[in-house]
T-cell receptor, first 114, second 115 residues
Framework: AQSVTQLDSQVPVFEEAPVELRCNYSSSVSVYLFWYVQYPNQGLQLLLKYLSGSTLVESINGFEAEFNKSQTSFHLRKPSVHISDTAEYFCAVSERRDTDKLIFGTGTRLQVFP | NAGVTQTPKFQVLKTGQSMTLQCAQDMNHEYMSWYRQDPGMGLRLIHYSVGAGITDQGEVPNGYNVSRSTTEDFPLRLLSAAPSQTSVYFC??????????????FGQGTRLTVV
């Protein structure tokens, strides 16, 4: 069965600094990969996803993630964060087979300071 | 366009009471799931369904029941509430593409407190 590891539970960073949120997964088959964001007291929103094709995927608000099959990673990066990026970020994986489960990591809380 | 609708938004139960959390989607998705979110533990899968009449257990199914009689609805039943079930519950419905979830849409959550 698939699993996801997010090693950093909290990442504090100053505004306009770069940030990387780490995600590693485990699976015996090919996978789809996702990053979801949860703003305070809200539900989850899809930030970006990797299904196939280019291993670098981007979101509309400046985040990007790169699928690295050899390192089984899907780290999320942003070159310059804003106060409004303060939120909890979840990495998730779905195996490409009929199990049809989406499994999440434990989340990383990004706190952006002025 | 309602998407995924969960009711209620908030609920307080006494230990031993039963209740049903409702989830409905209007996107004609085959796949639906229930998760619970607890601090430091992320979202953990409780039960999921790949279509009407088909359900399966996730990572933390004990104490919960589900059924899927229609494509649109996927209720979650707590049979005898316990304080350990205090959590925020999320319902999701999903696209699949030849095996595997290709995108999941979430409801706004139900905050449940068991006293």
């Amino acid at each position: 069965a698939q699993s996801v590891t997010q090693l950093d539970s909290q990442v504090p960073v100053f505004e306009e600094a770069p940030v990387e949120l780490r995600c590693n997964y485990s699976s015996s088959v090919s996978v789809y990969l996702f990053w979801y964001v949860q703003y305070p007291n809200q539900g989850l929103q899809l930030l970006l996803k990797y299904l196939s094709g280019s291993t670098l995927v981007e979101s509309i608000n400046g985040f990007e993630a790169e699928f690295n099959k050899s390192q089984t990673s899907f780290h999320l990066r942003k070159p310059s964060v804003h106060i409004s990026d303060t939120a909890e970020y979840f990495c998730a994986v779905s195996e490409r087979r009929d199990t049809d489960k989406l499994i999440f990591g434990t989340g990383t809380r990004l706190q952006v300071f002025p | 366009n309602a998407g995924v609708t969960q009711t209620p938004k908030f609920q307080v139960l006494k230990t031993g009471q039963s209740m049903t959390l409702q989830c409905a989607q209007d996107m004609n998705h085959e796949y639906m799931s229930w998760y619970r979110q607890d601090p430091g533990m992320g979202l953990r899968l409780i039960h999921y369904s790949v279509g009407a009449g088909i359900t399966d257990q996730g990572e933390v199914p004990n104490g919960y029941n589900v059924s899927r009689s229609t494509t649109e609805d996927f209720p979650l039943r707590l049979l005898s509430a316990a304080p350990s079930q205090t959590s925020v519950y999320f319902c999701a419905s999903s696209y699949g593409q030849g095996g595997g979830i290709t995108e999941a849409f979430f409801g706004q959550g139900t905050r449940l407190t068991v006293v």
